[in-house]
């Protein structure tokens, strides 16, 4: 009995930690999660079943995990908007008519990103080092600040989830 009790409680303090961490995402990046430009991410596929809207979501969440657990103090605000917009590069990477980017994608999309970013969101200093240089050490230049290395960090980890199935999504063309 007293073994199902630590065991619910353990999934209650699971979910809240979710719960806080998605409150986090839409008090810092609400502007940017109900836009309707940021919601084209969820027109394409990022790894294996996951949409990039997903994906961008799970690493801003992630990153906040990381800067709670490892108790990394950093701008929250600007954490949450890099990770949301560090793949908004707005295309199928896997389409056929992207064929050419395709195996270079990890080397050119940051600057993809970055550039839709700019055009539709006032991006801090901060931010923009976060989308451009999240690719890290494909980039060569590493982030300059704590809040681009998390999310780098973020971004890795749920990228091997995903691209492994541990973390299942949605098909394509089904969108959350």
Avoid at 18 to 43: A, C, M, Q
Wanted: proline share 3%; aromatic share 8%; hydrophobic share 30%.
């Amino acid at each position: 009995m007293k073994k199902q009790k630590v065991q619910r409680n353990r999934r209650i303090t699971k979910m809240d930690r979710s719960r806080d961490l998605s409150r986090l995402v839409y008090l810092y990046g609400n502007d940017i999660v109900k836009s309707p430009s940021f919601h084209k991410t969820k027109e394409h596929i990022q790894h294996g079943t996951i949409t990039v809207h997903q994906h961008c979501k799970d690493v801003a969440k992630c990153s906040l995990a990381i800067s709670k657990t490892f108790r990394i103090k950093c701008d929250q605000r600007a954490l949450v908007r890099g990770a949301l917009l560090h793949d908004y590069f707005l295309y199928d990477w896997h389409d056929k008519d992207h064929r050419e980017i395709k195996n270079l994608h990890g080397f050119y999309h940051p600057g993809i990103a970055l550039k839709n970013a700019q055009e539709h969101y006032d991006l801090t200093d901060i931010e923009r080092d976060i989308i451009h240089k999240h690719m890290w050490p494909l980039t060569i230049v590493p982030p300059k600040y704590r809040e681009g290395w998390i999310v780098t960090m973020a971004d890795k980890y749920c990228s091997l989830l995903e691209t492994v199935r541990i973390r299942r999504g949605r098909k394509r063309g089904i969108s959350k």
